[in-house]
């Protein structure tokens, strides 16, 4: 039977979510991939109570998550019934819905229709009464965003989610839905963004809104799905997400990125520390990012990142290095 760890609040830090009273794990868990059929549930039982035993309380999924699309949340509800039920209180669990799910025109998008049933069958899966925080997971460009804001707001009022947020909406969208929402007496929690050495688009006007608004933020894909770190220095290794046949990370990519990844790696290398967790630090400078949203396939990367939290913050003087490399 599993114990949690009586040391796991000792190290982590934890940061308020906008101007909220949920705090956050300054390091969260997401399920997105290592979680499917096609992987160990040793090693995601492994994964998630290593992270718990750290203060991680925050574990992020969505409908879709696999393969096949489903497959995290039962992988999650199996283990939530076996390990971690009677921590539920200590747990801020997060699923989403706005992709593909099921045939049909109620299988996707932002219509009411389908985030009720998505909502009802993710509860399922994962064998809990409720979603801390429920999302959007995307913008539907044929659906009144009243109706999206209005279907998150009832999840609230029926107690099925206690918070609601959005995940790659642009500002413009942003700012509308976190005011639909606020007409109806619900606010906006958090956005779920892609955010990394890689990928900066959240500067170009997220981050103000958010800022303004009093939402919280938490960056997905920190490390680029593993190009920030020294998993593809050498090539592509055989059981990297890049060799996956499903995976969303294209070899181009990474081939594409690695002439950088490595000017940065040696930024790394002088600090002393490993090029995951100069990404994930780079993420968290300034305070302007709630929580850094993380993936791992093995407890020893999970370990990796984790040591962050009690790492200095990156230097001016580092940021700036790292700005030039990124803008070359
Ligand atoms: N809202 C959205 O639309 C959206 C989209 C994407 C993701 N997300 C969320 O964000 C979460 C994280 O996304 P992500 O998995 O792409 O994040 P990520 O942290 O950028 O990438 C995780 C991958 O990086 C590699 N890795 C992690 N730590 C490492 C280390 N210390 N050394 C070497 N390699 C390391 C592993 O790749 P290998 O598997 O190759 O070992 C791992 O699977 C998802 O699970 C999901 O919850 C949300």
Same mark, same amino acid.
């Given at each position: 039977?599993?114990?949690?760890?009586?040391?796991?609040?000792?190290?982590?830090?934890?940061?308020?979510?906008?101007?909220?009273?949920l705090k956050l794990p300054l390091?969260?868990?997401?399920?997105?991939?290592?979680?499917?059929?096609? =992987?160990?549930?040793?090693?995601?039982?492994?994964?998630?109570?290593? *992270?718990? =035993? #750290?203060?991680?309380?925050?574990? +992020?999924? &969505?409908?879709?998550?696999? !393969?096949?699309?489903?497959?995290?949340?039962?992988?999650?509800?199996?283990?939530?019934?076996? =390990? @971690?039920?009677?921590?539920?209180?200590?747990?801020? %669990?997060?699923?989403?819905?706005?992709?593909?799910?099921?045939?049909?025109?109620?299988?996707?998008?932002?219509?009411?229709?389908?985030?009720?049933?998505?909502? =009802?069958?993710?509860?399922?899966?994962?064998?809990?009464?409720?979603?801390?925080?429920?999302?959007? #997971?995307?913008? +539907? !460009?044929?659906? !009144?965003?009243?109706?999206?804001? $209005?279907? %998150?707001?009832?999840?609230?009022?029926?107690?099925? *989610?206690?918070?609601?947020?959005?995940?790659?909406?642009?500002?413009?969208?942003?700012?509308?839905?976190?005011?639909? /929402?606020?007409?109806?007496?619900? #606010?906006? /929690?958090?956005?779920? #963004?892609?955010?990394?050495?890689?990928?900066?688009?959240s500067e170009d006007g997220l981050?103000?809104?958010?800022?303004?608004?009093?939402?919280?933020?938490?960056?997905?894909? !920190?490390? &680029?799905?593993?190009?920030?770190?020294?998993?593809?220095?050498? $090539?592509?290794?055989?059981?990297?997400?890049?060799?996956?046949?499903?995976?969303?990370?294209?070899? +181009?990519?990474?081939?594409?990125?690695?002439?950088?990844?490595?000017? %940065?790696?040696?930024?790394? +290398?002088?600090?002393?520390?490993?090029?995951?967790?100069?990404?994930?630090?780079?993420? @968290?400078?300034?305070?302007?990012?709630?929580?850094? @949203?993380? $993936? *791992?396939?093995?407890? &020893?990367? /999970?370990?990796?990142? %984790?040591?962050?939290?009690?790492?200095?913050?990156?230097? *001016?003087?580092?940021?700036?290095?790292?700005?030039?490399?990124?803008?070359?």
């Amino acid at each position: 039977m599993y114990i949690a760890d009586s040391k796991r609040y000792d190290t982590m830090q934890y940061a308020r979510c906008g101007k909220s009273g949920l705090k956050l794990p300054l390091v969260s868990l997401g399920l997105w991939h290592n979680f499917g059929y096609c =992987d160990k549930y040793e090693t995601m039982r492994d994964i998630v109570l290593t *992270a718990f =035993d #750290h203060g991680v309380t925050h574990i +992020d999924m &969505a409908n879709n998550y696999g !393969p096949p699309p489903g497959a995290a949340e039962e992988h999650f509800g199996k283990l939530y019934k076996a =390990d @971690l039920k009677p921590y539920r209180d200590e747990l801020i %669990l997060s699923s989403k819905a706005g992709y593909g799910m099921w045939a049909g025109p109620y299988g996707e998008w932002g219509s009411r229709k389908y985030l009720m049933a998505s909502l =009802d069958q993710s509860l399922k899966r994962c064998g809990v009464d409720y979603f801390d925080i429920f999302y959007s #997971h995307r913008p +539907d !460009p044929e659906t !009144p965003l009243e109706e999206t804001m $209005g279907a %998150l707001a009832d999840m609230v009022r029926q107690g099925k *989610a206690l918070y609601v947020g959005i995940s790659n909406y642009n500002p413009e969208q942003t700012a509308r839905a976190v005011d639909i /929402l606020a007409d109806m007496g619900v #606010h906006c /929690l958090i956005h779920q #963004h892609s955010y990394s050495m890689l990928n900066r688009t959240s500067e170009d006007g997220l981050f103000s809104v958010l800022e303004e608004k009093g939402v919280g933020n938490i960056a997905f894909s !920190p490390l &680029a799905q593993g190009q920030l770190t020294d998993r593809y220095l050498s $090539g592509i290794p055989a059981d990297s997400r890049a060799a996956r046949p499903e995976g969303f990370l294209k070899q +181009d990519a990474v081939e594409q990125n690695i002439g950088k990844v490595r000017a %940065l790696k040696r930024i790394a +290398d002088e600090k002393g520390i490993a090029m995951a967790q100069l990404a994930l630090l780079w993420v @968290l400078r300034g305070g302007r990012v709630t929580s850094v @949203l993380m $993936g *791992a396939s093995s407890v &020893a990367q /999970l370990m990796q990142n %984790l040591a962050i939290v009690n790492m200095p913050a990156l230097t *001016a003087a580092d940021c700036e290095k790292i700005d030039k490399i990124l803008t070359e």
